[in-house]
């Protein structure tokens, strides 16, 4: 009784976890039990085509997941684009050298697809909803370790579990977003925990009539190459975020530098570059070049010195999308303030509070408060620079806010951040309101805690279930989508080609993988006159007949080709074939 007393804390925030993982897992599970035959999504005979997500990302990576399940290798050969200019492949992925390989991070795919080729592929819904509950214990344990405060720690990892870019993409598990988050904090927990704690005891326990006892300097050095394993399992998931990352562990390490055991660190830097070793293998198998980004090799020919001389390496660390002052501006007031604003406005007081307290009022070291808050003011500009210019367009209708826009799961690190200040402004809003002269004080402002918890759950629950075509429950077009599909694979073969418009791709893929997404350069057109020798080309499109004859005499005749023979799919789709015209 008395260890549950001492640990009630953790032990309801465990309880608290396993209701969202089971939250997070159903709405997983819920895309793959909309297949007619549930039973071969979790098969390992099965190549991945039955699983259709919304996103092409998400079809993307659990396709290549797949394939490393079944023991496939992360590439597939496409003999038509010798012929084609490597422009018949998915939007999702990449040709490179003759291969079709993955467009995306590699992390999340090797970690799930060693994963499922231990358990089998039935793991896989649920791998992202384990990650996202432990981050969130491992975030109410580094936010007590950092500022030594269980209660602002504990809300500030329910109010992490519940806020609509985390429940969210917990819910939507191919994305790798929650994975790269959780590893990080995992990672950034246990490198504050060795400081922290200055020394680990031994632990003796007993095997076999022997005891055996642990040395507290042998668990330090597992500590630190298991830290190291964390970050860089991270770093790998999400290699956009090297930069911040990297400067994050640089700080740490610099905050506690008398402190630093250099045996560790060396074991740190091994763990660290055991990932990395992965991803430069994999590199060089998929795209030739053990440093790349994608399908790109990063590093030119003159090497690292031309970069930093052309500013390629700055491009590529800060403003890989440009800098755009005004189109910053806009997108982190619309997804930073305007998409969430009963969640933004309470964080922006909650931070001034914290900020400007007394410590006497806050509980929490003045000192500690100030470099938290400038570590988030930091992180959330570089965030908005690097991504903030970028004109996303991941909907067809680029007006609306949405909750399935990349800038809402890229900016993820700054939601993460901010929850102690929202824990903040809930404590001190109940310490404000509930005066000291109540007779049962700390039962009312226990009861108005939760009151304002619910306040922020039920819209945000709201929004990421069914209050747009995004959320969870309508999720857009996806049973639409599988009617498409289903009609398509009927008319299309295997072996044809189809030029499709970009957010069609989700339809045809993977049971269609000779898609065109791209027709852009008149060498394009050429290419496409020179495969419709060879295979039979489809066009599909939502534009309406006149549109289609339009585009068909301004960019198809001219290089003998002409799009004909309309036949409606559904709604507005309709697929044509386009014949040799000469």
């Avoid at 001034?352 to 100030?370: A, C, D, E, H, W």
Wanted: with cysteine; glycine share 6%; hydrophobic share 50%.
């Amino acid at each position: 009784m008395s260890f549950v007393r001492r640990n009630k804390m953790i032990l309801f925030l465990l309880v608290f976890c396993i209701v969202f993982f089971c939250i997070y897992s159903y709405f997983n599970l819920l895309i793959f039990k909309r297949l007619s035959d549930f039973s071969k999504v979790f098969d390992n005979a099965n190549n991945g085509t039955d699983v259709k997500f919304s996103s092409p990302d998400e079809t993307a990576n659990y396709f290549w997941i797949s394939r490393i399940a079944r023991g496939k290798p992360l590439y597939y050969f496409e003999e038509l684009n010798g012929l084609g200019n490597n422009l018949v492949h998915p939007r999702s992925v990449n040709a490179v050298g003759g291969k079709i390989v993955p467009g995306s991070f590699l992390g999340m795919i090797i970690i799930y697809g060693f994963l499922a080729k231990i358990f089998g592929l039935w793991v896989v819904p649920y791998l992202t909803p384990f990650f996202s509950v432990l981050g969130i214990v491992f975030f109410y344990l580094l936010i007590k370790e950092i500022f030594q405060k269980k209660t602002i720690s504990l809300l500030a990892a329910m109010l992490l579990s519940f806020i609509p870019p985390w429940l969210y993409y917990s819910s939507r598990g191919m994305y790798h977003n929650i994975l790269f988050m959780s590893l990080l904090i995992m990672g950034i927990y246990e490198l504050f925990y060795i400081f922290g704690t200055g020394h680990i005891k031994s632990f003796k326990f007993k095997v076999l009539n022997f005891n055996l006892i642990l040395n507290s300097l042998i668990l330090k050095y597992f500590l630190y190459f298991f830290v190291g394993l964390l970050i860089g399992l991270a770093i790998i998931t999400r290699t956009a975020e090297i930069v911040w990352v990297g400067v994050t562990v640089i700080f740490i390490f610099a905050l506690h530098f008398k402190k630093i055991h250099w045996p560790g660190f060396f074991l740190f830097l091994c763990g660290l570059y055991l990932p990395a070793l992965i991803l430069m293998y994999h590199n060089q198998i998929l795209y030739g070049q053990v440093i790349s980004a994608g399908y790109r090799s990063i590093i030119p020919e003159g090497g690292v010195g031309e970069m930093v001389d052309s500013g390629v390496l700055w491009q590529i660390l800060i403003t890989p999308f440009g800098f755009d002052l005004k189109l910053i501006l806009v997108n982190s007031f619309n997804y930073l303030y305007n998409f969430l604003p009963y969640w933004s406005a309470p964080v922006v007081v909650g931070a001034f509070l914290f900020l400007v307290l007394p410590s006497k009022s806050i509980q929490i070291n003045y000192k500690k408060r100030i470099i938290y808050f400038a570590y988030c003011l930091l992180l959330t500009a570089y965030l908005l620079i690097f991504y903030g210019s970028w004109s996303i367009t991941d909907r067809i209708d680029q007006a609306n806010l949405s909750l399935g826009t990349s800038y809402v799961r890229y900016w993820l690190p700054i939601y993460v951040v901010s929850m102690p200040f929202l824990a903040a402004f809930i404590l001190q809003s109940s310490n404000f309101l509930i005066s000291n002269h109540f007779k049962f004080k700390i039962v009312y402002r226990a009861a108005l805690v939760f009151a304002m918890i619910i306040l922020f759950f039920m819209p945000s629950l709201n929004l990421t279930v069914h209050k747009t075509d995004e959320s969870l429950f309508l999720l857009k077009g996806l049973s639409e989508v599988r009617i498409k599909s289903a009609i398509i694979n009927e008319i299309v073969l295997a072996n044809d080609i189809t030029v499709l418009y970009k957010q069609a791709d989700k339809i045809f893929f993977p049971e269609r993988k000779k898609i065109i997404v791209d027709l852009v350069a008149p060498a394009d057109y050429e290419a496409l006159a020179r495969l419709i020798k060879l295979r039979n080309i489809y066009y599909y499109t939502f534009a309406p007949a006149s549109t289609v004859e339009f585009i068909s005499r301004r960019d198809f005749e001219p290089h003998g080709m002409k799009i004909m023979d309309g036949k409606k799919i559904l709604g507005h789709d309709w697929i044509y074939k386009i014949i040799c015209n000469k």
